[in-house]
């Protein structure tokens, strides 16, 4: 129940409805109460709470969207997003180092470290022979215990014979491939809306078929290229931002 505070506005100020009430869900969603990944309650039962208009409830929810701080899906409400970060695509960047900007730490678990021969795919798009080997690393990213992406890296194997499980783990796929003479230093990146397939679906705990982002990477060390990353990311923690200048 909400408590006479939170419920009560200051109408003698020259500051809109919408924005204090804005400004109390936002606390909400900072102190915890609105927990990450909560679905908040729908807004006619807001308007009735807060005694204001569905017009003032809808706006104050839609500047939150905006911000990232909230997200809505079709036919199933609005939830509190656990992170939200604007990634800008003007360089390198790191998931993990953008978390721990936020204060966030981020959890890679490894579902599988396999050497197999590159499928035709697979082998056009880094350049290789067919049935050359590869190393095929896939792996979980969470972070506040909600897994929101899936990433599976493919790495021509005579590029780094030497590179292990052990390494990716304690250090991470590009420090590890630095470690053995192999320095990414270019990455094309190809964005495109998708529905999450039921393998990954399962490993991010969503639902077949929900929307997510596809992204596919091609890093290069000089003119070689030295991996293929396919990336399923949840739509609702990331805003990719393009900078373009004349």
Known sequence: MANKNDIEFDRSKPIS??????????KKIQTGEWKSGQKIPPEIELCR???????????????????????????????????????????????????LQKGKKEHVKMLSFTVEKADAGTAG?????????V???LRLRSVDDTAYAVETSYIPYSLC?????????EKGLYNSMRALGVNPQRIIEK?????????????????????????????????????????IVRGDFFTYTVELKS
Do not use: W
Not at 125 to 133: C, F
């Open 191 to 231: 964005f495109r809306a998708d529905a999450i397939h039921p393998y990954e679906a399962k490993q991010m705990k969503l639902k077949a078929g929900q929307p997510i982002i596809h992204i596919e990477r091609t890093t290069f060390d000089g003119p070689v290229i030295i991996e293929l990353c396919n990336s």
């Open 125 to 133: 798009s880094l350049g290789m022979d067919r049935d050359e080997r």
């Open 49 to 99: 709470i807060y005694n204001l208009s569905r017009i003032t409830v809808r706006k104050a929810i839609e500047e939150l969207v905006h911000s990232g701080h909230l997200v809505r899906f079709q036919g199933k409400g609005t939830f509190v997003v656990s992170v939200s970060l604007e990634q800008k695509l003007s360089k390198f960047y790191s998931f993990s180092e953008a978390l």
């Open 161 to 169: 014979p030497r590179l292990t499980e052990r390494d990716i783990v």
């Open 17 to 26: 409805l919408y924005y204090q009430l804005q400004e109390k869900f936002l």
């Open 135 to 137: 190393f095929r690393v």
